[in-house]
């Protein structure tokens, strides 16, 4: 049987989730995307209230949530900032991997390390010369007796100055490939990390994002997640849980940019009376209002599977893809709603348009997603 109707349980987590977006990021926002600055405090808050870590089992000290849940959480904090909203839900991805293949000694430690205070953990695969390409990857781990020593650069770690772990994942046998990329968990504390400027950001800049080095960093060999060689198993199966996150933060943006639009619609006023009256403003605002519906759709199905244990490739593909480029085009029909106001940092919907433009990009290009749709699609 299929409903769309949410539990009364889901629907008091995202009243929760909204109000503490109303009363916590909405008013701040502005000011960490002109400074940059670290929301560590609003970090804290949505720690206190449970929505960071929900889908951490609860035998770690988790919410014990399900994805769904995940996606109705993340589209609330994402209408309020999507860079403020990374901070918070920057977890989600570096869990699962943890989840998926680590032993229950470390899943304990790291797992409860996040649980038990306010801490955060990144993840680290894209290197400045590989991306989207993540097979190609050059950081070596060389087995060392009982240790692996990591040598290499990562790129676009997201949260790398305030993580207290790694998820890494480098070449264990150049030789193979794909197949000879293996993961791991690396303290943040290991000696021979450094980590580099926070980057200056287009978009989400709340967030930090940083390159890191990593100079023969000594790990326990029994911080190898599953065997030597999973890793780019496990990276692949990481995205397909963590995907449709990309894609509810994507009708969150694109959320608050159709409300924004309709807000301002009704009140300038042109050619005598408000512009939502006039027809071609009519029409840019149903289209921004139906690329919300049916993304949000698209996610919730995604996660969905995720919870019902099946396998999701080539939904959250979709939803990751269509969601991403929905919140890019509705941003840009907000602008184009606020005409010459729309430019200006006076205004929201700027900032809007420049946090959407990350969401094609991170998690694998929209390019990538397309080419996983077509292989699935076409039996490949």
């Given at each position: 049987?299929?409903?769309?109707?949410?539990?009364?349980?889901?629907?008091?987590?995202?009243?929760?989730?909204?109000?503490?977006?109303?009363?916590?990021?909405?008013?701040?926002?502005?000011?960490?995307?002109?400074?940059?600055?670290?929301?560590?405090?609003?970090?804290?808050?949505?720690?206190?209230?449970?929505?960071?870590?929900?889908?951490?089992?609860?035998?770690?000290?988790?919410?014990?949530?399900?994805?769904?849940?995940?996606?109705?959480?993340?589209?609330?904090?994402?209408?309020?900032?999507?860079?403020?909203?990374?901070?918070?839900?920057?977890?989600?991805?570096?869990?699962?991997?943890?989840?998926?293949?680590?032993?229950?000694?470390?899943?304990?430690?790291?797992?409860?390390?996040?649980?038990?205070?306010?801490?955060?953990?990144?993840?680290?695969?894209?290197?400045?010369?590989?991306?989207?390409?993540?097979?190609?990857?050059?950081?070596?781990?060389?087995?060392?007796?009982?240790?692996?020593?990591?040598?290499?650069?990562?790129?676009?770690?997201?949260?790398?100055?305030?993580?207290?772990?790694?998820?890494?994942?480098?070449?264990?046998?150049?030789?193979?490939?794909?197949?000879?990329?293996?993961?791991?968990?690396?303290?943040?504390?290991?000696?021979?990390?450094?980590?580099?400027k926070k980057e200056d950001m287009m978009g989400q800049r709340a967030s930090s994002t940083v390159f890191?080095?990593?100079?023969?960093?000594?790990?326990?060999?029994?911080?190898?997640?599953?065997?030597?060689?999973?890793?780019?198993?496990?990276?692949?199966?990481?995205?397909?849980?963590?995907?449709?996150?990309?894609?509810?933060?994507?009708?969150?943006?694109?959320?608050?940019?159709?409300?924004?639009?309709?807000?301002?619609?009704?009140?300038?006023?042109?050619?005598?009376?408000?512009?939502?009256?006039?027809?071609?403003?009519?029409?840019?605002?149903?289209?921004?209002?139906?690329?919300?519906?049916?993304?949000?759709?698209?996610?919730?199905?995604?996660?969905?599977?995720?919870?019902?244990?099946?396998?999701?490739t080539l939904e959250c593909s979709i939803a990751k893809c269509f969601g991403a480029d929905a919140a890019?085009?509705?941003?840009?029909d907000a602008v184009q709603v606020f005409g010459g106001y729309g430019y200006s940092k006076e205004f929201?919907?700027?900032?809007?348009?420049?946090?959407?433009?990350?969401?094609?990009?991170?998690?694998?290009?929209?390019?990538?997603?397309?080419?996983?749709?077509?292989?699935?699609?076409?039996?490949?």
């Amino acid at each position: 049987m299929i409903g769309f109707d949410l539990s009364d349980e889901q629907l008091a987590l995202r009243e929760m989730t909204e109000r503490f977006v109303r009363e916590e990021i909405v008013p701040k926002a502005a000011h960490h995307d002109a400074t940059g600055e670290y929301p560590r405090e609003i970090g804290r808050k949505a720690f206190e209230l449970g929505l960071m870590n929900i889908t951490v089992p609860e035998d770690y000290g988790g919410g014990g949530l399900g994805h769904l849940e995940e996606a109705i959480v993340t589209e609330e904090l994402c209408y309020g900032c999507a860079g403020i909203a990374i901070c918070i839900t920057v977890n989600n991805l570096a869990t699962v991997p943890l989840a998926i293949a680590g032993s229950e000694a470390l899943k304990k430690r790291y797992l409860g390390m996040l649980t038990s205070d306010h801490a955060t953990a990144s993840y680290c695969l894209s290197e400045p010369d590989a991306g989207s390409d993540a097979a190609a990857i050059a950081t070596t781990a060389q087995r060392k007796g009982d240790r692996y020593v990591i040598s290499g650069s990562k790129a676009w770690v997201t949260g790398g100055p305030q993580a207290r772990w790694f998820v890494l994942f480098a070449k264990t046998d150049r030789s193979l490939g794909s197949k000879g990329v293996s993961a791991f968990i690396v303290p943040a504390d290991s000696p021979g990390i450094r980590i580099g400027k926070k980057e200056d950001m287009m978009g989400q800049r709340a967030s930090s994002t940083v390159f890191i080095d990593f100079e023969e960093v000594a790990v326990p060999a029994d911080h190898l997640l599953g065997a030597e060689g999973d890793g780019f198993r496990i990276a692949m199966k990481t995205f397909d849980r963590t995907r449709p996150g990309i894609a509810a933060g994507a009708v969150g943006v694109a959320r608050r940019a159709t409300d924004e639009a309709i807000r301002y619609a009704k009140e300038r006023k042109a050619f005598g009376k408000p512009i939502s009256e006039h027809q071609a403003v009519q029409f840019l605002i149903a289209d921004m209002y139906k690329e919300c519906a049916a993304a949000r759709l698209l996610t919730w199905h995604a996660a969905w599977k995720i919870d019902r244990g099946e396998r999701n490739t080539l939904e959250c593909s979709i939803a990751k893809c269509f969601g991403a480029d929905a919140a890019m085009r509705v941003t840009t029909d907000a602008v184009q709603v606020f005409g010459g106001y729309g430019y200006s940092k006076e205004f929201p919907v700027e900032k809007l348009m420049r946090d959407a433009k990350v969401l094609q990009i991170y998690e694998g290009t929209n390019q990538i997603q397309r080419l996983i749709i077509a292989r699935q699609v076409l039996g490949s």
